[in-house]
């Protein structure tokens, strides 16, 4: 019994013997890398092993670089700059602002407030369209005092849609001899667009919308003699136009 006792602690001796030397070569080799690293060499090995990392950095960028540009010589046979055409080059979107309509139409219903509209392109320009629609003596329509030619004007709102209605103005020409506007009923009259070429305005030829319905004026002002009633002579259909 008392010789495994021995037996034991002899082992035990020699596992702390054998720690204790581990521990002591551990910490002699930590010192003597700290101090290899404080000696005068080491700053200048360390340098030199950086500038080698960077150096083969950038050669490793220039090989991919002329690996770049080969595969794109090798793409283009001609070894000339290959630009692609884009799309938004050559077109362009439309659609996403107000579009001006307008026509010229005639107005009913005004109770001797009307009259007789000068000559005129607008005169001329309603004259044809009375006759497309099969009118007949369109001049004893027009001089009659009960109705007066206008002016429509309309804006098409953005992405209208076929069957939206939107408001519509209604004016009558300045060389207008009719007075006012009030309770007067505008017929059905196309819109077109209008257009500017070489300064001069015209109506492009297809129909956008159609125009009609009561019209709505201001109060006006009492009658001055030798005074027009500005406010009697313009007014507005809401939702008087379906495209």
């Known amino acids: 019994m008392a010789n495994r006792m021995s037996a034991e602690t002899v082992g035990d001796r020699r596992h ?8 002591l070569g551990s ?87 009307g009259g007789d509209p000068a000559p005129s392109g607008l005169r001329t320009q309603l004259q044809n369209e009375m006759a497309r629609r099969g009118v007949k003596d369109a001049n004893r329509i027009l001089s009659s005092p009960d109705t007066a030619m206008v002016v429509v004007i309309a804006y098409l709102p953005t992405m209208c849609r076929k069957g939206q209605k939107f408001d519509v103005r209604v004016v009558l020409p300045p060389d207008a001899r009719a007075k006012s506007l009030k309770g007067g009923w505008l017929l059905e009259t196309r819109l077109f ?15 956008y919308a159609v ?30 136009a379906i495209s």
């Open 27 to 113: 910490l002699w080799l930590t010192g003597c890398s700290t101090g290899m690293l404080g000696m005068p060499g080491a700053a200048l090995f360390s340098e030199r092993l950086a500038d080698k990392s960077s150096a083969e950095k950038s050669e490793d960028a220039k090989k991919a670089g002329k690996s770049l540009r080969r595969k794109k010589e090798e793409d283009n046979d001609f070894g000339s700059r290959v630009e692609t055409p884009l799309l938004s080059e050559y077109i362009g979107m439309q659609g996403d602002g107000l579009v001006t309509l307008k026509g010229v139409g005639l107005v009913t219903g005004l109770n001797g407030q």
């Open 193 to 207: 667009e209008e257009h500017e070429i070489n300064n001069q305005v015209s109506l492009r030829p297809q129909e």
């Open 16 to 23: 702390r013997l054998a720690a204790i030397v581990c521990l």
């Open 211 to 240: 125009a009609g319905g009561a019209i709505l004026t201001g109060l006006g002002v009492e009658e001055v003699r030798g005074e027009r009633q500005a406010e009697l002579m313009a007014g507005t259909i809401p939702g008087g």
